[in-house]
Structures are given as structure tokens and as C-alpha cells.
């Protein structure tokens, strides 16, 4: 068996505008399916749990074409020309922890790891929930509805990832423009959102090794001293980069999606409010259900392989439907449901972080986020309300992302 041949286009209305209802078809009609998006060649998206969890974890799957027989990269060099990206600017896209594999993603990856370790975000929990209070009181002083996404979704985790990285309170609201502006993948906004970040970090980079702090940028400047762990500039760059984009943009929406989803299932709100030590669980189950990322970055095999009865070839490119896989009834009982008492097994329980080498890497962060704010929030505003009908929550067409452009809320 092959995968058909006529590619789905990832940027079409249906996965647009009914992401679930389409992707859920596409796993049970063509679970392995030739997929393209923005006039790249064909590659096959795989949306069963059980395809997605090997694609992510098999160690012949690799995120770095060049290991898998290719002399590039086809399918960001497509995405990019689209875009308008040069060469000199996808450089910052192209070779970071997200996209190398082994002993250099192992290096890489070692160079952060230390200021996302569970104890390490156990420490910043106070923090958290200090900066979650004071949104929380700026909410309370508003007249009349209120956009949860700009009001609270957003300034909490770009305060949190910002203040740990080492980006200064006065430039952080740049930050969330970029962000929305990157992963909407604008071709007259892209490449320029793309230069003014590079080079606002270059900028802290150079404040840094003048004036080091006790800040995440701080300790990557010293790492370039250090002979084992040598970082280049590009490398450097790249990875603040990477993390304050990474590190804001997903779980505000982790948070929004999470409050819409509560509000319109009381039956499930209420069973927090009876028992609050449910959180963590209700957190996981929350991201299993609506989790903002719907598939993952190319993958390739390093050799030829079957996946879900149909032949892949070395080196064709591959995505991971993470939003099917999270709703496959092969892996979990009334996917579609929300049950906040949901134990799905040991670990997260869904596939909404990835799996294998390339879990993400500010797992706990967000959670911890996604769990303090949704818990103050809840305690703060017990009748917390959407102030238009769900019905018209307008939900944002952004290729691979589950987010809505504002939330309008009333708090009293």
C-alpha cells in the first residue's frame, strides 16, 4: 500500500475553519495521507496515535533531512521562498534545537535544559502567581467585557519566559506582535518580523557581554567561553529566539483554549471548584483536547520503513498529526469528551508536548502556567462568563495552530 497520491493542503477552508471535524476524517479514511502546504512537495502526514507516537519517538525518524540521504531541505526551502524569507535570515530557522538530532541536539539542548527542570520551575511558581494576581487585579478594574486572550493569556507566559530569558519588561509587548506575526505566516509581514527580532536579539546578546545578569541569555554568553560547549553567534541568536517565541505563543493559547473549553462544559468547571486538587489532571486533559499545536515539523527516515500499512521511502518528509492523535478512539474512550478526572496513563497522557528526543522542552512551564492561571482565574472570577454566545468565538485561520483571535469575558 502507498499513500494517495493527490495531496491534502494543510492551508485548505475545511482544516481551517473545522480543524477536529476534518482531521478526524482524514485519520479514519487516510490515516497516512501525501499532505502539502504552501506549494512544498509532497510529504505524508500520519494522524493514529500509534503512527504518531513512532514517528515521534523511532530513532529512524530524524529531524535533520541531511541524515536521511537528502542534500536539503525541500520542504522549508518551498515554505521559505513563499514566504519571502533570504538566505541570510533563514539561517536563524533552519539549524536550531528543533531541527538537529544526536550528539548536536544532545549539545544544544544541555545548554537550556538547566532553567526548565522541574525543580527549577517549581522555583518560579511564586513568580508565576505573582504575575498572575496582578493581571487578575487589572481584570477586576475593568469596565464592563473583557479580551482574556490580550488581558491575561498573553502577558502571563511572555512575562514569565521573558523575565527567565532576559528580555526587558519595556520591549515584551514587540515580542507578542512578532509572535502573532510569525506563526500567521504573512509573506508581506514574515521576513521583516523576522530581521527586527534578529536583530533585537543580537542587540541582548551584545547588552549581555557587556553587563552580564542572572538571566538565561547571560549563561549562554558564557557558555561561548566554554571550549566543550561552544555556542556560535548564529547559535546563540537562534536559540533566544526560539525559546521567547516557543515560550509565549503556545501556551497562551494553552490557557485561552482551556477557559473557553471550561466555560462552555459547567458540568466539568464545577467539578474543579468541588475538588481543586484535580487541576494537574484537568491541565493534561485540557491539552489533550484542545492543545493549541495540531502537528508537528518535518520528519524523515533515515531509511526505508512501513508506517500504518503503507511504505515510506528514505528521506520523504513527514508530519505527525498531533490533534487527530489526541482524539483517536483507538487510544482513548470518547476522545471528543472532556473529563477533567481523565488518568490516560503515565506521563502526560496525550501526545499534545511531543514524545522522544524533541519533547518540548518548557513542558513543565507551561503547565505549571496553564495550572496557576487557570486555577486564579477560577477562584478570582466564580462567575467568570463569555460575554457573546460561543457561537460566535471566532476561531483564528493559522496553518498548524488551534487559537482564537479574542475572548471577550465578563468578570462580575
Not at 500500500?1 to 493527490?6: H, S, V, Y
Request: net charge negative.
Amino acid at each position: 500500500m502507498t499513500a494517495p497520491a493527490e495531496p491534502q493542503d494543510l492551508l485548505a477552508p475545511e482544516l481551517m475553519t473545522d480543524p477536529y471535524g476534518a482531521y478526524a476524517r482524514m485519520r479514519e479514511q487516510a490515516p497516512v495521507r501525501t499532505v502539502s502546504m504552501m506549494g512544498s512537495p509532497p510529504a505524508v502526514m500520519v494522524t493514529r496515535h500509534d503512527d504518531v507516537r513512532t514517528v515521534l519517538t523511532d530513532p529512524r525518524f530524524v529531524t535533520d533531512p541531511e541524515l536521511a540521504g537528502n542534500a536539503a531541505d525541500p520542504m522549508r526551502a518551498a515554505i521559505f521562498e513563499q514566504l519571502g524569507i533570504s538566505a541570510d535570515l533563514a539561517q536563524y530557522l533552519l539549524r536550531n534545537i528543533l531541527t538537529t538530532d544526536g550528539a548536536e541536539h544532545a549539545r544544544l539542548r544541555k545548554l537550556v535544559s538547566r532553567a526548565f527542570t522541574v525543580k527549577r520551575v517549581q522555583g518560579l511558581r511564586p513568580r508565576v502567581e505573582e504575575i498572575t494576581a496582578a493581571l487578575l487585579d487589572r481584570m477586576a478594574a475593568a469596565d464592563g467585557p473583557v479580551d482574556l486572550v490580550e488581558a491575561f493569556a498573553y502577558p502571563l507566559p511572555i512575562t514569565v519566559i521573558c523575565e527567565l530569558v532576559g528580555v526587558p519588561e519595556d520591549q515584551r509587548p514587540q515580542w507578542h506582535e512578532w509572535g502573532r506575526d510569525m506563526v500567521a505566516l504573512n509573506p508581506e509581514r514574515t521576513p521583516t518580523v523576522l530581521r527586527a527580532a534578529v536583530d533585537h536579539v543580537q542587540e541582548l546578546v551584545a547588552a549581555r557581554r557587556a553587563a552580564p545578569a542572572d538571566d538565561l541569555i547571560s549563561g549562554l554568553v558564557r557558555a561561548q567561553e566554554d571550549d566543550g560547549d561552544r555556542l556560535s553567534d548564529t547559535e546563540l541568536v537562534t536559540m533566544v529566539f526560539a525559546l521567547v517565541m516557543a515560550g509565549h505563543e503556545t501556551t497562551a493559547h494553552l490557557i485561552t483554549n482551556a477557559v473557553l473549553t471550561l466555560l462552555i462544559h459547567p458540568g466539568q468547571l464545577a467539578v474543579l471548584r468541588e475538588d481543586p486538587e484535580l487541576w494537574p489532571r484537568a491541565v493534561n486533559e485540557l491539552m489533550r483536547l484542545r492543545g493549541p499545536v495540531q502537528f508537528t515539523q518535518f520528519r524523515y527516515p533515515a531509511e526505508d520503513l512501513e508506517l500504518g500499512g503503507t511504505t515510506i521511502a528514505r528521506g520523504t518528509p513527514v508530519i505527525a498529526g498531533l490533534l487527530p492523535a489526541n482524539h483517536d478512539p483507538r487510544a482513548y474512550d470518547h476522545p471528543d469528551e472532556l473529563d477533567v478526572r481523565r488518568y490516560a496513563g503515565p506521563g502526560d497522557g496525550h501526545l499534545g508536548f511531543g514524545q522522544g528526543p524533541h519533547y518540548c522542552l518548557g513542558a513543565a512551564l507551561a503547565r505549571q502556567e496553564g495550572e496557576v492561571a487557570l486555577r486564579m482565574l477560577f477562584d478570582r472570577f466564580p462567575d467568570l462568563a463569555l460575554a457573546v454566545p460561543a457561537s460566535e468565538i471566532v476561531w483564528e485561520p493559522r496553518p498548524g495552530f488551534s487559537s482564537v483571535a479574542e475572548l471577550p469575558v465578563r468578570v462580575h
